[in-house]
């Protein structure tokens, strides 16, 4: 049978990927309801239009500068979500810090919140209204956060993280070898529709960030079954290289915790001999 339609907005991750390399200034990023494709919030030139009904799809990297308004009256008296007056109450949304009528917000949904997740790791479920909470859906697997750039102290402070990026870094070693061997079809299929995670090490997505405990030990899966493949196929294992300090006739590998390799040349060291030469 034919499979599942994308979702209308959807890219192929590595142009998305590439796209959103520039988002420097991490205040976040729109759906472009004309192409489907996601670009920086300041190509947009975005303004906060409470009269916009539905709200524009925007993915919130920060909460800074952006707050709830003190009343409904304060957001024009009407639903964030339909535009229908509010006449008793309204309820707050969490993600859009926005005022939505009973129907748009039923109490029911309850999510992290992206920008929350990045700033403080805080992963707790906060009540949001329907059209966030669709959002986060269609794009909880999509690679849209760079951690290296929304905030890199999250390597040093969540172990796990650290994990995933130690190996992620020792994938992009070994994509090297599996992209230049013919067995590369049935090598990229290890991962699926993850191929983000071979693309760019610093790119996440919401639902990697949500199960990183659980990713951890997929990239450690995958890691160990491309080494396996390097060291058994011939191809890939005539790849290696001598050190370039010692000389010892015998083949290293840049993705091995043994050695170190030049950021710049790509030339492999061990790294007790890297570190004498230092």
Not at 69 to 85: L, N
Not at 127 to 143: D, H, L
Not at 159 to 172: D, E, G, M, T, W
Request: net charge neutral.
């Amino acid at each position: 049978g034919s499979s599942p339609a994308a979702a209308p907005w959807r890219e192929p991750s590595r142009t998305r990927a590439d796209s959103l390399a520039s988002v420097e200034s991490g205040a976040g990023i729109v759906v472009n309801p004309n192409s489907g494709g996601l670009s920086p919030m300041s190509d947009w030139g975005y303004v906060d239009d409470a009269a916009m009904y539905p709200p524009r799809k925007v993915l919130f990297f920060s909460e800074s500068g952006r707050a709830l308004p003190d009343s409904v009256a304060a957001q024009g008296g009407r639903c964030y979500g339909c535009g229908v007056p509010i006449v008793l109450g309204g309820r707050e949304c969490a993600y859009f810090l926005k005022y939505f009528c009973g129907s748009c917000h039923t109490g029911a949904d309850e999510l992290v919140i992206p920008a929350r997740l990045l700033s403080s790791w805080d992963s707790e479920p906060y009540p949001v209204s329907q059209p966030a909470a669709q959002f986060m859906r269609e794009i909880a697997c999509e690679p849209v956060f760079k951690i290296s750039v929304l905030n890199p102290s999250l390597y040093a402070r969540v172990p796990a993280l650290a994990a995933a990026h130690k190996v992620r870094k020792r994938l992009a070693h070994l994509k090297a070898f599996a992209m230049t061997c013919r067995e590369r079809p049935g090598l990229l299929a290890l991962f699926g529709q993850r191929q983000h995670h071979l693309d760019n090490i610093h790119f996440y997505s919401l639902d990697d960030l949500l199960h990183v405990d659980d990713l951890v030990s997929d990239l450690v899966s995958w890691a160990e079954h491309l080494e396996a493949h390097v060291y058994g196929c011939e191809r890939c294992r005539w790849k290696g290289h001598i050190c370039g300090m010692c000389n010892a006739n015998e083949a290293i590998y840049p993705f091995q915790n043994t050695t170190v390799a030049c950021e710049t040349c790509g030339s492999c060291y061990h790294v007790r001999c890297f570190d004498q030469r230092r």
